[in-house]
């Protein structure tokens, strides 16, 4: 039996820990992103998917999944698909308008434009392989969104969401929780660090449960309450709104060296 997959077609999309509306949202689908549905539960309100860009795996109900033939999914799969870099970018799909995030994805959706929609979607979108910009001013886009767990979009986002977001807008793949992108690239001093480089920090109990991009010298971008710029120094970030260190530095990561000067 061949697998089923999905295609989001919201803004943004719940994924939910547990087959129930109560439970935690753990991550977010964006517009345009692929999923693999690996099963069904008992009542067919709920199916647990996978998500094609990181694996994680969530579920989402069944009146929200958006069935895609297994070739439309195969040739996702192997194509690069363009990125919207507008902070909000607005499309018009049945006489409706869906109002995308920054960082969603734009699958096969110039076939379907007229002239005047495709230039106006090649004038907000790129190939993270041809993205030219530095992950710094990606990362600005997001400044003032306000925290939310499990978030990935410019409407709410969480620590982890806003690096794998900015750096996916560059052709860098990260998983989806702070731990797993704390294993990635290679570690660097504090004195070494430069802007885009990741810091990681961890609570008392050495457990990495948090992640910020470096954006200048002593300085942070990261999500806590909202998508702030704070100071980093080599013990951890200091907010001055709350005059106090907030969290503990583990470690900085190097993901390339493609945006050092």
């Known amino acids: ?59 989402i109900t069944t009146g929200q999944h958006s069935d895609i033939a297994p070739e439309y999914a195969d040739r996702y799969i192997k194509t690069e698909h363009p990125l919207v870099t507008r902070p909000i970018y607005p499309i018009f799909d049945n ?27 090649q004038l907000h979108s790129v190939l993270p392989s041809n993205n030219e910009d530095n992950p710094i001013d990606t990362a600005n886009k997001y400044l003032g969104v306000p925290y939310l767990w499990g978030g990935r979009s410019i409407f709410g986002i969480d620590c982890s969401g806003l690096a794998q977001t900015v750096m996916a807008a560059h052709g860098i793949q990260l998983p989806r929780d702070a731990y797993q992108q704390a294993e990635i690239g290679k570690k660097i001093t504090f004195s070494m660090s430069k ?49 106090k260190q907030t969290h503990q530095l583990s470690h900085i990561q190097r993901l390339t060296t493609k945006f050092l000067k």
């Open 195 to 243: 802007p885009g480089d990741l810091a990681f920090f961890n609570n008392d109990k050495g457990r990495i449960t948090h992640v910020g991009i470096i954006s200048d010298k002593g300085k942070i971008i990261h999500a806590s309450h909202y998508v702030r710029e704070d100071i980093l120094t080599k013990d951890g970030i200091f907010s001055n709104q709350e005059g």
């Open 1 to 59: 039996m061949k697998p089923t997959f999905g295609l989001c077609i919201y803004s943004t999309l719940a994924v939910r820990g547990k087959a129930a509306h109560a439970s935690e949202m753990i991550s977010q689908l964006l517009y345009g992103e692929a999923y693999q549905v690996l099963s069904v539960n008992r009542s067919k309100e709920w199916m647990k998917i996978k998500m094609l860009k990181d694996g994680y795996e969530g579920y």
């Open 95 to 121: 006489q409706k308008t869906i109002h995308l995030s920054v960082g969603s994805t734009l699958p096969f959706h110039y076939e379907k434009c007229d002239n005047m929609q495709l230039k106006y979607a």
